[in-house]
Each structure stands twice: as structure tokens, then as C-alpha cells.
């Protein structure tokens, strides 16, 4: 059970959190100008990092808010997290 | 309004088997239902005039601290998430409460919903309340981390509630859970406070004792 | 009654005073409380418990604690529990229980106790309760730190209940810390898994050793989940074995084990021992057994020169064989002679001795016990010196400390878990207020030897009964056929010879196994290392793991406001996620499909109601709101006038349909959406998301109200009739109240929100009310319509009533493959607007296929109600397979309305197929139907405005 810091609320069990996948896949501006191929990669291509790795979650059964966390993928710690619309912080 | 029409909350069947728990653990833990009090969601940006708005209509501010209440004046502002709150009063305001609210916000952007009836609110109460609740709920509420003052929302067993320290001296709770798990969990914390109703309990050398 | 011929005549932690009368295999026994169950049957001579499982050798008790191989044991009486070592069953009044070959039974009756879980959290929590973690427990608990100390025994000692002399302080620390404010002493608490973020989950029995005498309204076991910011783990050693001929037979135990039943239980586990030896430790035990008056007849110590133990056994008058090993056993089925050779350099030299013995202890080293730290994502290094694999670097909080990490004095075990106590505690945030606890305790001034490291002793015919594992019945034989066969990896050779897979998960076999790979390949043990720990650490039953969630309280059940209403008027109800709805409402003698074509007559002829409240419903405000739902939506809500509601849907960025519902507008800037039953939170949840991540500058908020509004359909010609009588203020003819308009009213004195929708295509209304009065609104409109013959309904009507009608259920006639223009609702998807959310998808050349499924009606040939999900097929004989298949069923019913059966289904083209003539393969049979389109009940919408 993962004791994921919701940058709201603190550290909460991982069971109170909804994944929302990787972080900074922004909705296109203009989805028909996109091809096929592009608008397909936007749907349904994601990276699959063994390491760092930038994701939404969603502090569902609390505040309610999604915020986005870079997790290991290897060790599932938890090394930031940030408010939607900050920077993604640099991991040394 | 409706006040001729007879009424039924969510947990009024159960008052006598919350009755009976209360009685049986000697206090040890007390279970009520606090009803039909007046339950109003607000939605606005805290920094703007909005929030400012609402403190004097209301006298008291929406908190901003995450997971902290604040009291005054017969209501109470838990705070949900960074927009969100609910203002808790008296049984039979919501009308009133909503209006001074929904007057107070005026032209700003707000969102003011009565939710009075989403949620119903039990009392879970008494010197082993804590332990009670610590069945079923994750959150640390040891007096240091969960303290007077302290809302938070979580899950209790498997249903989603709102969770608030009374002010008054001595533990106890309020929880605030959605109408149609109610009854649900009427009975998940009926069947939990088994534990402290049962003679002797702490004779027997069980953890229960600490 | 048998007496208790083993049972020593003082000494053990053993109430004498308390006898108890148990049965084991249909004998009946009597032994103490303070007993466990192994220990009682010592006492009464019996060794042997059951056979193995693979090769039917007789076996024995092996070891007194969680880590038993072979005396597994299923309780009969009180209560069934299949697979416990009988190490770990302590006794009490009236037990019944009998070994098993390796495999339980799983009781028949439901298990009438209780289960309960229970969260706790820590500065530090300190696993194991022998005299490093006792140490460690009041180190940490003395600075004030929140402290939690998990054992799995009765009472704090660890390794010391098993030796001689208890100190008076291991009894005194628990005490102190169950007085301690912010200490918890978890006793008989078993610590089984160590998981992310220091999160430990712990079995507590609480009433098992009590019997029938266990009060039923407490909990018989408790699952902690403990989130810790420290860890100390003091779990001490667990002794191994060593690989020889006929190392399984009864009589023989680990050397540890014998020591614990003479101590602690006051029972002599045999009368004539030998004693197998790797290092010191065996001759604490061949000591102790010799100063209970047991006969050893030798010291079989694989070591040339063994040190001042030795010494001290000599004295005592024990045969020390230095340089020797045993070699074999005999005896049927207990061992009754054991033989002896010398041992130069892994060979066997000089004439063989024979010791007659009905008891051989082995020692062939110790093993710390690494297994919580490995679950923590801690690396284990092997310590040649130990002959072990002892902890090394972990990630998460946790510090190890005494015999788990290879201190096996005592004076270094109180001095190793005193300063991880402190300084976990330190850690913490912490400090040591008071002076440390004392930590000297008497050293020995003996001069010990290294131990030897002997895995295997040679044949002298083959390795077949030179057993590794015992619960699993793995032989050196087994391992050598594995390692000829090209396994290397020790994970490959676990899983080949099922090597540590057993219920004991290879605690006293792992690092044996190992050691004898090691041998076989000429590699070092280093370089094979361990195979993976896996939680749980001993087996923990589903019923503690499921605690409170079982029964009617297995899984959340939502009711709404009218439950009890349904409840009393007969309703069979039916789930629609968490919630519990009214599926039909039977009358005397009726069958389902009886009362369902009643309410469908009174909903199409007269008026029908149905509770309807659990919609989902969420409000969304704001200046913004508009622009936000013609974002979500497919079709636009921003034209919506105030005052009257339009249908909606939602579809997924990949243009799959993901929801629909109605769309009220409340106000300039305020609607109320509805939602399906199954999909509130999900929609909510997917509403929030776009706001908050993609779209924050739009001026919109969503708040649930789902519970807010009880919701009443009010159905059928006649139904205006009876909103009328109620609603006197409220103008009901259609030009005054237009389909899909909405207004504010009392009904039946009760503040309400009446919308025109229909669900079924008859004259309908939705009566939205507090759900506090929706008992009285039902009451009303119940007695209001009785002249008219309102018939209450449930979802099963509600399906067949707007299947009749064409309209899909999101999740019943969608999968999330299906977009609306497949469901025939391009209407539905607005083609002026810029974006919504799916658009681009639907531009897809997949999604414009012509040959995507499609939904059509079904008409079956005589009158067959066909199964749900069944599939479609184009020909009346099946082709070979695989048989093409043209699609399926997602929704059957029998219409009282079509005075027939028919189908929804989706269908490949099904559009152009309308008139086609299709199959439906149903057992042995292929049931001709006919494809029409959806809308098989007023498709020209007459009835609409009653």
C-alpha cells in the first residue's frame, strides 16, 4: 500500500487515489488538424519507463483533486508531486 | 414548505439499535444520527472576493488549511478541497442558509448547491470511539494527528465519509456519509462496536484492552 | 485418559494446575495450558504426526515454532481450520484435531466467528519480541515515541522462553510497555507482510487458544495494517538442518526445538539422544536435555577442533565425537539407532558407529530470519563466516538487529536492538529522555569456535533419502537430477523440484537447499543467492483476510429513500452496481415473467410508477457551464433554453460511448445532469478531471447530488390524470407542459421538480423531491392512482419498456466499442460544433467503417426468447470453425406490447441487414431471426403526449 503525498491533503493510502496515467499528455489544440496517425498517437501511445515516470493521479476518496507525481517504476517510490499547471520538477 | 408531511431520515430505524450499542458498551462508545441538519456545498476560488464575501455573510471564514473545520455561530465550514467546502448548520436552515450564501457570492463566480440531504451525519462518539473508527478507517486519529479542529475525507470500511473531530472535550466524531450508504454503515459500525459491548472483553488479555 | 510419560516432573511455562483434555487422530490426550499442541503430544510420546505427502514417509514433529515442516495438522473441534503446524496450535479444553499428509480439507459449514481488521500507526514498530526487539521496544518507547511491538508468542522472551533461565526483565519490559501511554504490546500477533512505505499487515489471534470457551462477540482474528515511520526487525534465527540418510525419520529435531520442549514445556522430546552438530549452540541443548535427565549418548560434532562447548559437554560426562558425522538412521518409524563416521574433508573414513537413540537432535546452522526485510525490498548478502544470508541494504525505513542479522549472544542481541531501538526512534523525530535500558547482560567468557558449514554428508548409498525439504519431500537426489538437467538458476531449480514451495515456505530448507545447489554446480552460495520472499511470511486464512467484509456486509449495499417501501410490498430486487433496486414486484403466485408483463400492461394501458432515484445527478454552475457541457456532450446544451432539458451524450476521446442522460437547465448559468445508475461517479469524476487538468480556466463547478433528489417516474396515459390530482398548481396539458420541460410544483404538498421525460415512449413524468418526503410522495401517488390501477414497476419493465422503444442501455447494449452512430444516434452528435470531446475520433477511418456493428432489433422465430449474448451467424448450418460470427445479443425480452419476443443486438452492417434473415446458435439448435431496425413500439411517437 503506497503512501502517496497528495499535495492537498498529505500522505494518504494509495487505496484512496485513482491513476490517471502519464502526466503531460496536454489535449490537442486542434484535434482535426491532426492525422489519423497523430490523433491515434495522442489516444493510445504512452511510455513505459522502468525508473522515473511522470503520472496523474486523482485523490478521489479525499479532495477530489488530480495532481500529477513522478514515480518509480522499479521501487514505486514516490519522488515529487506537483499541482496540475506546475512545472514537473527536476529528479536528480 | 413541507412541514406538515411526515419526514423519514436515513437512519431513524436504527435509532433504537444505536440506542442499544450506546447502552451495552457502557458508553464506551456512542452511536446517533444527527438529522436532516442543514448541509450546503460552496465552490469558489479563495483568494477572490467571493471568499470574503462569504466570511461576513456567514461570520465565520471557509477554511483554506486542508482538512481542518472551522466553528462559529452555530455552523461549521469543512474544508473539502481547495474550491470546495461544506457549510454545515442547524436542521431546517438549508433554505435560509443557502440563500444568505447564494446572496453573499452575488455576481462572483461561485457554485452554492443545498446538498443537505446527500449526506447523512452520525455521531460516533466516547472514550473508545477512536478505536471504534480505527476499524475501518486508515487516517492516523490519534489525538496529535487528528485532533479538534480536524476534518478529513477518507473511506470508512468501504464507504466514502466525510470525518470531523468534535470541538467538545473528549473523543468523538462526526461522520458525514452519502444517504444510500447509510445504512450500510449503520450496520458495519453496529456490528464493530460488538467489540465494546462484549462483558469483560478486556479480561480476557485481548489488544482490545489498549 | 493417557498419562504424560515424556512430561519432566517440574521446571517449564506450563500450568500444571490446568490440565486439558485434547484428542489427536481419535486418541484422547491431556496436556497443560501454556502447551502448544506439539508439545503435548511429546509429552505423551507420540512423535510421528502424519505421513508426507509425496512419498508416504513417516514424519514428525521437527521444530517448536512457525517454521515446523512436518506436523501439519487440521483442527476438527470446535471449530475446522485445515493446515496449522502443531508448533503453532497452543492447547486448550476440548481440542480435536489430526495430521495431515501435506493437504487440508476446507470445513463445509460456514465459519460462525468473527473476523475484524484494525489500523494502527507508529513511529516504530518493533517485529519480534525476543531480547534484541524487547531491547529495541523500550529503547524507542522511552523517548516518547509511539511504539508498537508485534510477537507471535503468548508472552514476550523470543529465544529465551526456550532456554533455561528467563531473565526477570523480558517479562518486566512487556510489562512497561503495556503500561506505556503510547506502546502497544500485539501479543500472539504474527507480523506477515511488509509491503510499500513501511506498510505491515500483522495476524492477531485473539481467541483461538481459548477454545469453545472464546466469547463470540469478539473478533477470533484481527489483520493489522500498520503504517510505521520506523521498522526494527528482531525475528530472529531459525536453526536448519543438514542433509543425510534418513534425516526425515520421526525422533529426529532441530537441536533448538529440543532445548524449547525440555525448558519451556517440561517435556523430554525422547529418552536416549544424539546430538549432530555444525557449531556451539547444540550443546546449550545437549545440556539442558542432560540436566533433564535425558540420556545423550554422544555429541556428533562435524567440526575437528570444537571449542570450549565441547569442553563443557565433556565434563558433563558426554561423548563429544569431534571430526564426525551422522550418517544414517534406523528405526521404524522413529529412529532407534543412529550411525556415526568420522569426516576428513567431505569423505567418510574409519569404521562406522551405531548409538542407540531414540531422539536425534541436528544443528546444522542458523539461519536469520530475512524474510520480512527481503518483502521490503531489502538485499540479502551472503555471510560466509555465518554460513547465512543476513540483511543488507533496503530502501525503506527499517533497521534489523539481533539474531536477524547474525548477533546471536545475548549480551550483543540486548546491545544490538537497544541502539536500533534508539535510533529508529531517533529517527523519528525522537530523543532518548531517559538513560538507555541496561544491556549488559552476563557475556560468556568460553572460548567459542567458527562453525563448520556442512550441507550434505555422503551416502553411503545414493541421496535419495537425504532429505532438503521436507514438507515437499526434495531429496539431494532430486536436486542432483535437476542440476544434471541443465538448471542452473535457483529460482529454476525451486520451481523444477518444488523446493521451498510448501505451506512452510522452505524456512528451514531455503538456505539448505542453497547450500546443496552450491555443492552440485562447485559454486559458491554467494553467487546462487536466495529465491524470492514472497508475503505472507506464515499462512493467514482468507477468513481474517476478508474480516468484516463478508455477509451483508461483503460489499456496500446503496439503497434509496423507498427501500423499505419496496421491501414491504414484495419487491425481488436485483443489483445494479452497489445498489439495490426493485427488479419486479411479484403478486401472489406470480412468476417473473407474470409480474413483469403486468406492470409493462399497466405502463402501456394505464400508469404504472418506479423509483428512479438512483440516477446519478450532478450540478454544474457557473457562467461557463454551458460551454463546458457542449464540450462533454456530444450534441449542444448551450441552446438549451431555461426551463426545459435535453438528452445527452458522452462519449470518450477514442469516440466511444462512455454515457448518457438528460441535461436540465436550471438557470442562465445553472444545469442538473443526470447520469446512469452505474456511472455517477464515474461521470463525476470524469467531469472534474477535464476541468481541473485540461480546461481550469473555464468558470464552472460540478457538485453531486445524487442523494439530494429522490426521483419518482410517473408512466403512462393515465398518468397525467394522477399528477393533476396531486399537483393542483401545476398546469399538466401538454401545451401548457411540453415534453422535455420542466417545472417547480408541490405534489402532493411536497416541494418538487417535475420533468416531461419518458423512458418508455408513454406520457411520463419525473417527480424529483427531497428524499426525506419521498415515502409520502409515493404514498400519494399510490393512493391517488389506486382508482386507476397504478402498478408499481422495477427495472425489468423499465428494460422491456424501453428496449420496445429502441433505446440502449450505456453498459447493457455498449461495451465501450460502440459510438453513437453505431447505436443509429448520429442525431445525437452535432456537426456544428468546433469540438467535443470524441469528435476527431469519430472522423477515424475506423469508426466510418461501413461493416462496424450496428444495433438493430431481432425478431426470433416462434416466439423463442433468446439468451443474452448470444451470438449471430449468417447461415442456418454452422461453418467450420472458427465460425464467422456477425455479432451478438445485448439485450432479450418477451413484449406484451409486440405480443411477442425480440432481441436488440449489434450487428456487422446491421443496418443494411434490416429484412435479413440471421441464426442464433442456442445449445444444439440454430434459432432463425430476422433483423428490423430498433424502434419496434410506436416508431411515429404518438403516444409520447398521452
Known amino acids: 500500500m503506497l503512501l502517496i503525498p497528495c499535495p492537498w491533503c498529505g500522505p494518504r493510502d494509495e487505496a484512496e487515489f485513482g491513476y490517471g496515467g502519464q502526466a503531460h499528455v496536454p489535449y490537442p489544440e486542434d484535434p482535426t488538424a491532426l492525422t489519423d496517425e497523430e490523433w491515434a498517437r495522442y489516444l493510445f501511445f504512452r511510455n513505459n519507463p522502468k525508473g522515473p515516470h511522470p503520472e496523474r493521479w486523482c485523490h478521489a476518496a479525499g479532495c477530489r483533486r488530480w495532481f500529477n507525481a513522478v514515480r518509480n517504476t522499479a521501487t514505486n517510490e514516490i519522488l515529487a508531486v506537483y499541482r496540475v499547471g506546475e512545472p514537473r520538477p527536476v529528479i536528480v | 414548505m413541507a412541514e406538515h408531511i411526515a419526514r423519514h431520515s436515513p437512519l431513524g430505524g436504527f435509532a433504537a439499535r444505536f440506542a442499544a450499542a450506546t447502552r451495552g458498551s457502557g458508553g464506551a462508545v456512542r452511536l446517533a444520527e444527527l438529522p436532516y441538519p442543514a448541509q450546503i456545498n460552496v465552490r469558489l476560488d479563495p483568494k477572490g472576493p467571493a471568499a470574503d464575501a462569504v466570511r461576513l455573510a456567514l461570520g465565520i471564514a471557509l477554511p483554506v488549511e486542508p482538512n481542518t473545520a472551522v466553528r462559529g455561530g452555530g455552523l461549521a465550514a469543512l474544508w473539502l478541497g481547495p474550491d470546495e467546502w461544506l457549510v454545515v448548520g442547524p436542521a431546517g436552515t438549508a433554505g435560509d442558509l443557502e440563500s444568505r450564501l447564494r446572496g453573499a457570492v452575488g455576481a462572483y463566480h461561485a457554485a452554492v448547491t443545498d446538498v443537505s440531504a446527500q449526506r447523512s451525519t452520525l455521531l460516533v462518539s466516547g472514550p473508545r470511539s477512536r478505536d471504534l473508527l480505527s476499524h475501518g478507517i486508515a487516517l492516523d486519529l490519534h489525538p496529535r494527528s487528528f485532533g479538534a479542529g480536524r476534518c478529513a475525507q477518507t473511506m470508512l470500511a468501504r464507504a466514502q465519509v466525510i470525518l470531523t473531530a468534535r470541538d467538545e472535550r473528549g473523543p468523538g466524531f462526526w461522520v458525514l456519509v452519502r444517504s444510500s450508504f447509510a445504512g450500510y454503515l449503520a450496520q458495519w459500525l453496529l456490528d464493530a462496536s460488538s467489540e465494546y459491548t462484549a462483558p469483560g472483553y478486556a479480561a480476557q488479555g485481548c489488544s482490545a484492552s489498549q | ?946
Open chain 3, 1 to 946: 485418559m493417557t498419562p504424560q510419560p515424556f512430561r519432566l516432573p517440574d521446571g517449564g511455562r506450563i500450568s500444571r494446575g490446568a490440565p486439558l483434555a485434547f484428542r489427536f487422530d481419535g486418541v484422547a490426550y491431556q496436556g497443560y495450558r501454556g502447551d502448544t499442541l506439539a508439545s503435548a503430544l511429546l509429552a505423551a510420546g507420540v512423535h510421528q504426526t502424519s505421513t508426507s505427502v509425496r512419498l508416504g514417509r513417516p514424519r514428525g514433529i521437527f521444530t517448536a515454532g512457525v517454521e515446523e515442516p512436518n506436523a501439519i495438522v487440521q483442527i476438527e473441534a470446535p471449530f475446522p481450520e485445515p493446515m496449522l503446524p502443531a508448533t503453532t496450535v497452543e492447547l486448550y479444553d476440548g481440542l480435536v484435531a489430526g495430521g495431515l499428509p501435506g493437504q487440508g480439507r476446507l470445513a463445509t459449514e460456514p465459519d460462525p466467528a468473527r473476523y475484524d481488521a484494525r489500523y494502527a500507526h507508529c513511529d516504530v514498530l518493533v517485529v519480534g519480541a525476543g531480547p534484541a526487539g524487547l531491547a529495541a521496544a523500550a529503547a524507542a518507547a522511552r523517548t516518547g515515541a509511539r511504539v508498537i511491538l508485534a510477537d507471535d508468542q503468548p508472552e514476550p522472551g523470543g529465544s529465551l522462553l526456550g532456554t533455561a533461565e528467563i531473565p526477570d526483565w523480558a517479562a518486566e519490559t512487556g510489562s512497561e510497555l503495556d503500561a506505556a501511554s503510547e506502546a502497544r504490546v500485539l501479543r500472539r500477533t504474527m507480523v506477515f507482510g511488509y509491503y510499500d512505505d513501511n506498510y505491515l499487515l500483522a495476524a492477531e489471534r485473539r481467541t483461538n487458544h481459548l477454545g469453545s470457551q472464546a466469547p463470540s462477540r469478539l473478533s477470533r482474528e484481527r489483520i493489522w495494517h500498520i503504517r510505521a515511520r520506523q521498522v526494527v526487525l528482531a525475528t530472529g534465527a531459525h536453526e536448519r538442518s543438514v542433509a543425510f540418510a534418513g534425516n526425515d525419520r520421526p525422533g529426529v529435531m532441530l537441536a533448538a526445538a529440543a532445548r524449547t520442549y525440555v525448558n519451556r514445556y517440561a517435556v523430554a522430546p525422547g529418552r536416549r539422544a544424539v546430538v549432530f552438530t555444525t557449531g556451539d549452540s547444540a550443546y546449550c541443548a545437549a545440556l539442558d536435555l542432560a540436566a533433564a535427565g535425558v540420556d545423550v549418548a554422544a555429541v556428533v560434532d562435524a567440526r575437528p577442533e570444537p571449542g570450549g562447548a565441547a569442553e563443557r559437554a565433556a565434563r558433563a560426562g558426554i561423548e563429544v565425537l569431534a571430526g564426525h558425522a551422522v550418517t544414517g538412521t534406523s528405526g521404524e518409524p522413529r529412529v532407534a539407532s543412529v550411525a556415526v563416521r568420522a569426516l576428513c574433508a567431505a569423505e567418510l573414513t574409519g569404521p562406522a558407529r551405531e548409538f542407540a537413540a531414540d531422539l536425534l537432535l541436528v544443528s546444522g546452522g542458523w539461519n536469520p530470519v530475512a524474510h520480512l526485510f527481503s518483502q521490503a525490498g531489502g538485499q540479502l548478502r551472503y555471510d560466509a563466516g555465518l554460513g547465512a544470508f543476513v540483511p543488507d541494504g533496503c530502501r525503506q525505513a527499517v533497521r534489523v538487529a539481533g539474531a536477524a542479522r547474525g548477533v546471536f549472544d545475548l549480551p550483543g542481541c540486548l546491545a544490538d536492538g537497544a541502539e536500533a531501538g534508539r535510533r529508529a526512534a531517533e529517527d523519528a523525530g525522537f530523543t532518548a529522555a531517559r538513560p538507555l535500558p541496561p544491556t549488559s547482560a552476563a557475556g560468556s567468557a568460553e572460548r567459542s569456535a567458527p562453525s563448520a558449514h556442512l550441507w550434505v554428508v555422503p551416502g553411503p548409498d545414493g541421496f535419495g533419502t537425504h532429505f532438503v525439504d521436507l514438507q515437499r519431500d526434495v531429496t539431494v537426489a532430486d536436486l542432483a537430477r535437476a542440476t544434471g538437467a541443465g538448471l542452473r538458476s535457483v529460482e529454476h531449480l525451486k520451481r523444477y523440484t518444488t523446493a521451498g514451495t510448501a505451506h512452510d515456505q522452505g524456512k528451514t530448507s531455503g538456505v539448505l537447499t542453497s547450500g546443496v545447489i552450491a555443492q552440485l554446480l562447485g559454486v559458491e552460495v554467494a553467487e546462487l543467492g536466495t529465491t524470492t520472499f514472497r508475503p505472507p511470511y506464515t499462512p493467514v486464512s482468507f477468513a481474517a483476510l476478508a474480516g468484516r467484509n463478508r455477509g451483508v456486509l461483503h460489499d456496500p449495499v446503496r439503497v434509496t429513500a423507498l427501500h423499505d417501501w419496496h421491501l414491504a410490498h414484495g419487491a425481488r430486487f436485483e443489483n445494479v452496481g452497489q445498489w439495490h433496486r426493485p427488479w419486479y414486484y411479484p403478486r401472489d403466485g406470480e412468476d417473473m415473467a407474470a409480474a413483469v408483463a403486468r406492470e409493462c400492461r399497466a405502463a402501456r394501458e394505464g400508469v404504472a410508477f418506479m423509483d428512479a432515484s438512483t440516477l446519478g445527478k450532478i450540478d454544474v454552475q457557473g457562467p461557463d457551464a454551458g460551454d463546458f457541457l457542449d464540450r462533454l456532450y456530444t450534441n449542444m446544451i448551450s441552446t438549451l433554453r431555461v426551463g426545459m432539458i435535453r438528452y445527452g451524450v458522452m462519449c470518450r476521446a477514442d469516440g466511444m460511448v462512455f454515457d448518457d442522460g438528460t441535461v436540465i437547465r436550471l438557470a442562465e448559468d445553472r444545469f442538473l445532469l443526470t447520469t446512469t445508475t452505474g456511472n455517477a461517479a464515474a461521470v463525476l469524476d470524469w467531469m472534474e478531471e477535464w476541468l481541473q487538468t485540461e480546461w481550469p480556466d473555464l468558470r464552472a463547478h460540478c457538485t453531486s447530488v445524487t442523494e439530494q433528489w429522490a426521483t419518482v417516474a410517473l408512466v403512462g396515459p393515465r398518468s397525467r390524470e394522477v399528477l393533476a390530482g396531486l399537483a393542483p398548481q401545476l398546469a399538466v396539458d401538454a401545451c401548457s407542459f411540453p415534453f422535455m420541460a420542466w417545472r417547480e410544483t408541490a405534489v402532493a404538498g411536497i416541494p418538487a421538480r417535475v420533468c416531461r421525460i419518458s423512458f418508455s415512449g408513454e406520457l411520463a413524468y419525473e417527480i424529483n423531491v427531497l428524499p426525506w418526503y419521498a415515502t409520502a410522495l409515493w404514498e400519494a401517488l399510490y393512493e391517488a392512482g389506486r382508482p386507476l390501477g397504478i402498478t408499481p414497476y422495477g427495472t425489468e419493465t423499465m428494460h422491456v419498456l424501453r428496449a420496445e422503444k429502441g433505446y440502449p442501455i450505456v453498459g447493457q447494449d455498449t461495451d465501450g466499442t460502440v459510438t453513437p452512430q453505431d447505436l443509429g444516434m448520429g442525431w445525437v452528435v452535432s456537426k456544428k460544433k468546433r469540438d467535443f470531446i470524441g469528435k476527431r475520433s469519430h472522423l477515424r477511418a475506423d469508426t466510418g467503417r461501413a461493416d462496424r456493428k450496428q444495433l438493430v432489433a431481432l425478431l426470433p422465430q416462434d416466439d423463442v426468447l433468446l439468451p443474452e449474448g448470444a451470438q449471430l451467424v449468417a447461415g442456418d448450418r454452422l461453418a467450420d470453425p472458427p465460425v464467422p460470427m456477425l455479432g451478438h445479443i445485448t439485450s432479450s425480452y418477451r413484449s406484451v406490447a409486440l405480443g411477442r419476443t425480440f432481441a436488440l443486438a449489434l450487428v456487422r452492417s446491421g443496418r443494411e441487414r434490416v429484412g435479413e434473415r440471421l441464426y442464433v446458435p442456442v445449445g444444439e439448435e440454430l434459432i432463425p431471426v430476422t433483423v428490423t431496425g430498433p424502434v419496434l413500439y410506436d416508431p411515429e411517437g404518438a403516444r409520447r403526449d398521452g
